[in-house]
């Protein structure tokens, strides 16, 4: 939701704003604007976390140049923390 709202400068006093008639488009606007920061945050998060999660290779048998991934008990955890961040995030919009 976009709100909008009219800033007028009271002509008997030029250093004061009247935002006091649009008082409710402020506070609207300062509360979707709070709601995306925080959301914004959980993706910093998600983001932060996935660049910290190591994958670990172990050479495949006796192959030159291959490798297979050892333990994803991490990957999973990290994973799912996503996935549970992102549903909240989706349900959010």
């Given at each position: ?28 606007l ?31 048998k ?6 297979i ?22 349900a959010?919009?």
């Amino acid at each position: 939701m976009q709100s909008s709202f009219t800033v007028v400068w009271d002509s008997n006093s030029p250093n004061c704003l009247q935002v006091v008639s649009q008082q409710e488009a402020v506070v609207t606007l300062s509360v979707e604007a709070s709601q995306e920061a925080a959301l914004e945050d959980l993706l910093d998060h998600i983001s932060s976390k996935w660049n910290s999660v190591d994958f670990s290779l172990i050479p495949f048998k006796d192959v030159k140049d291959a490798y297979i991934l050892g333990s994803v008990e991490d990957v999973t955890a990290a994973l799912e923390d996503s996935m549970v961040t992102m549903s909240t995030i989706l349900a959010s919009r």
